[in-house]
């Protein structure tokens, strides 16, 4: 959906170092979220929000935070990357039940 | 505890003929069901969708069923076409302070040969 999109597209980064991936939308939805998706896995709540500010743990939060200073914008940090953190991350956003998605991130941890 | 499964990691069908998947899922909470498709290297996009007082909602070709008591759902792509090969993704959630989140099921693999 070209109203979300998330930079970088690809990323290589080594073990230890920080990350922060960003997700921005046109859209004005309240609600945005973070997913990884690994194999055998298929998508995992990272984290979500709910409004400007407001933000909860998923299932896979664990060495991830997440911060949301506007409507617009919601960062994910890794802030010590290690190598099971190697993955395709999506963002999504929505106003109720149906969630809209962007292109994604391939982060490489080495 | 996997809440959403989708039991069949792949499944293969004609074009023209039917594609069926299905979901089950086991938290009774769950009132609402989206279907999800997936291309290599793009993101998923939302296909069909289904509330819990509903038993079928048709788009098109994409029909989806509930059955509650079974706590299964199915997807029904007729005809199905080789631009519907794709990862499917099953998808609940439920109203009453989840923030809509959504539980996804693991995905199906659907190759529809010419």
């Known amino acids: 959906d070209a109203g979300i999109t998330q930079s970088p597209r690809h990323k290589v980064t080594e073990t230890g170092t920080p990350v922060t991936l960003r997700c921005h939308q046109t859209?004005?939805?309240?609600?945005m979220y973070w997913y990884r998706q690994d194999p055998g896995h298929g998508l995992r709540l990272i984290h979500y929000?709910?409004?400007?500010?407001?933000?909860d743990k998923g299932e896979v939060s664990d060495g991830y935070s997440v911060s949301r200073s506007k409507t617009e914008d919601f960062l994910l940090t890794l802030e010590s990357a290690t190598s099971s953190q190697t993955s395709v991350y999506f963002c999504a956003t929505s106003m109720r039940y149906e969630q809209y998605f962007g292109p994604g991130t391939r982060l490489t941890v080495t | 505890d996997q809440q959403v499964k989708q039991n069949s990691p792949s499944l293969s069908v004609q074009e023209g003929r039917i594609s069926i998947l299905n979901c089950d899922y086991t938290n009774s909470m769950f009132d609402y069901f989206l279907w999800y498709k997936k291309y290599p290297a793009e993101g998923p996009t939302f296909l069909i969708s289904?509330?819990?007082?509903?038993d079928k909602n048709e788009d098109g070709r994409f029909t989806v069923f509930l059955n509650k008591s079974a706590k299964h759902l199915s997807l029904h792509i007729v005809p199905s076409q080789p631009g519907d090969s794709a990862v499917y993704f099953c998808?609940?959630?439920?109203?009453?302070?989840?923030?809509?989140?959504?539980?996804f099921g693991k995905g199906t693999l659907l190759t529809v040969n010419p």
């Open positions: 929000s709910y409004g400007v500010k407001d933000t």
């Open positions: 289904i509330s819990s007082i509903k």
């Open positions: 998808a609940a959630s439920w109203d009453g302070g989840s923030n809509y989140k959504l539980t």
């Open positions: 859209e004005n939805h309240r609600y």
